[in-house]
């Protein structure tokens, strides 16, 4: 990393391969399934890498304006956090799959005035009439704390300014959006192709279940100890 303009849009292809990270994969692939579809896929990893980008913008800001660092024991909260994130969703992943259908029943509701139906209907709120689904923003920003204690340490050590600074944090940001976006688009499209049937598919979320649920607690165990000691 430089305090060059290469240096800086190098944030964005880091930040594409940080989206690809296994706790990031395993967290939004325990609700990508439900859906099997590689437009929606896109735009629940789109959602995701907003949530994680507001998150590292924000710290970012915040310790910049301060001059200071994020906490040892506040990022391990952070992360023990994540951890904990990582084990719901999975349990979450595992008690769909054993119904009938995997994605719970079809429900008929309004928001404003516009009715509409599909599977659970608590999964979203609407703003401004467009449906927005929350449940990957809110792990992505829980994710963005996570990391953002790491990122900034480097990238204040590195860049001389905060704008520099700063506009690298975006970049890599921007870049966690596409490759999530990437990632769960083509995980959308291929179950939609390949995973027709609901057996197969409450297959597929019991393992991405238990392996959130194990990435989890292999995540947490030196957070909490850490935090403990």
Known sequence: MTASLPGIVLGLLVGIRHAF?????????????EHRDGKRGIA????????????????????AVFGASLPAGLAAGFELAVAVMLVGLGIRAITRAVRVDGIGPIKTHSHGGREHAHADAASHVHIAGRIV???????GLVHGLAGSGALTALVFAELPSTALRIGYIALFGLGSIAGMAIATGIAG?????????????????????????????????????????
Do not use: K
């Not at 990893?45 to 310790?63: K, M, R």
């Open 21 to 33: 990270e296994p706790d990031h994969l395993a967290a939004v692939g325990t609700f990508v399934g």
């Open 133 to 139: 689904l929350w449940r990957p923003l809110a792990i």
């Open 44 to 63: 629940l990893g789109a959602l995701w890498g907003l949530g994680h980008t507001l998150s590292l913008v924000v710290v970012g800001i915040v310790l």
């Open 189 to 229: 499209a291929s179950l939609g192709t390949f995973a027709r049937d609901p057996r197969t598919r409450r297959r597929l979320s019991v393992v991405t279940g238990a392996i959130s649920i194990a990435i989890g607690i292999l995540w947490g165990i030196p957070m909490a100890a850490l935090l403990l000691a």
